[in-house]
């Protein structure tokens, strides 16, 4: 994590639009061993070298995104619904393969942050590129994505990531920790992990979101920006209704704490993934939205004392099962 000293906040899309014209001004096609060098010769050549200076991770990514995307990348405004669809959107497995926004470099961001809208936490911008194995350094055999963004008011972070799109657990392919030079402590390395988890996760779910069509959100393309617009759709309009609960004479309290106990549960909103086509050889996901079900619990009890009661108190123990699936 690093630290602006500048006062005014400038998210990645202003930082990167005036770098349009200098970037177009490069071939179309970089030598992987120079492109680190562009990226900062790109950014010097607005901003000088303080920037450079004060965040040289933040800066050449910067630079590296401008040069990757001639200067436009896909640019996605959410608004604070939208974005805690996608913060509370479970997703347990990792797609077979990328969601097509991540084939692009790209950003999200909030619409307004100084007026409190955010990602999640505290992060206002996130961007991204893809980056081949030959251009990194060392060379690699693989590809990689790079992340990196901004948190409100003044601080950023980068990560490198490099998922296996292997269709299982999606925790084993989140950034692991970055021990770095520029990390100076334990801590540092952690906080910096966490950031990178987050972002990863919530690229992946935003970019499955992007392709369904009946999901919970509606994607506009603004005709004078040429920015994305993200909102949450009306469910309502939709005529979404949660399915009813069962009947309370099916819901059962036993005494004995072996047994399990049926209750009523809040199932989140979450994405599944489908085969579909000949042989079922295509995956098709869908977003299944937040409902009331029920659940076998573990009970756990907890003893209340009925003071309407006269008799004793043990005549009078109120046993209550509480438990987790």
């Given at each position: 994590m690093s630290k602006d000293t500048d006062t005014?906040?400038?998210?990645?899309?202003?930082?990167?639009?005036?770098?349009?014209?200098?970037?177009?001004?490069?071939?179309?096609?970089?030598?992987?061993?120079?492109?680190?060098?562009?990226?900062?010769?790109v950014i010097a050549a607005h901003y000088g070298n303080e920037i450079l200076e004060e965040d040289p991770v933040f800066a050449s990514k910067l630079?590296?995104?401008?040069?990757?995307?001639?200067?436009?990348?896909?640019?996605?405004?959410?608004?604070?619904?939208?974005?805690?669809?996608?913060e509370e959107t479970d997703l347990c497995s990792i797609p077979s393969e990328p969601?097509?926004?991540?084939?692009?470099?790209?950003?999200?961001?909030?619409?307004?942050?100084?007026?409190?809208?955010?990602?999640?936490?505290?992060?206002?911008?996130?961007?991204?590129?893809a980056v081949a194995g030959a251009e990194r350094s060392p060379p690699q055999l693989l590809p990689a994505i790079m992340l990196f963004g901004q948190c409100w008011p003044n601080r950023t972070f980068?990560?490198?990531?490099?998922?296996?799109?292997?269709?299982?657990?999606?925790?084993?392919?989140m950034p692991p920790v970055d021990w770095g030079a520029s990390l100076t402590d334990s801590v540092d390395a952690f906080e910096h992990q966490r950031y990178a988890k987050a972002a990863a996760r919530f690229l992946v779910i935003f970019g499955l979101l992007e392709q369904i069509d009946d999901g919970p959100l509606r994607f506009e393309i603004d005709k004078k920006?040429?920015?994305?617009?993200?909102?949450?759709?009306?469910?309502?309009?939709?005529?979404?209704?949660?399915?009813?609960?069962?009947?309370?004479?099916?819901?059962?309290?036993?005494?004995?704490?072996?047994?399990?106990?049926?209750?009523?549960t809040m199932v989140k909103g979450h994405l599944r993934r489908f085969r579909i086509g000949e042989g079922r050889a295509g995956i098709r996901w869908?977003?299944?939205?937040?409902h009331?079900?029920?659940?076998?619990?573990?009970?756990?009890?907890?003893?209340?004392?009925?003071?309407?009661h006269p008799g004793l108190a043990n005549e009078a123990l109120i046993f209550r099962g509480k438990g987790k699936p």
């Open positions: 005014v906040f400038l998210p990645i899309t202003k930082l990167i639009a005036p770098l349009r014209k200098i970037v177009e001004r490069l071939p179309p096609t970089l030598d992987p061993l120079v492109t680190n060098a562009a990226s900062a010769a630079g590296a995104l401008a040069i990757k995307s001639r200067g436009q990348p896909a640019t996605y405004m959410t608004r604070p619904s939208a974005s805690r669809v996608v969601p097509p926004i991540l084939l692009s470099p790209g950003i999200i961001e909030a619409r307004r942050p100084e007026t409190g809208e955010r990602l999640w936490e505290d992060v206002v911008s996130l961007a991204w590129y980068a990560a490198r990531w490099q998922p296996v799109w292997s269709g299982e657990d999606l925790d084993e392919q920006t040429k920015t994305r617009q993200v909102r949450l759709r009306d469910l309502g309009a939709r005529g979404h209704q949660a399915p009813p609960l069962l009947p309370r004479d099916e819901v059962q309290n036993p005494v004995d704490p072996s047994m399990r106990v049926l209750g009523d869908k977003y299944i939205h937040d009331r079900s029920k659940r076998w619990f573990s009970p756990r009890y907890t003893v209340e004392r009925n003071y309407d």
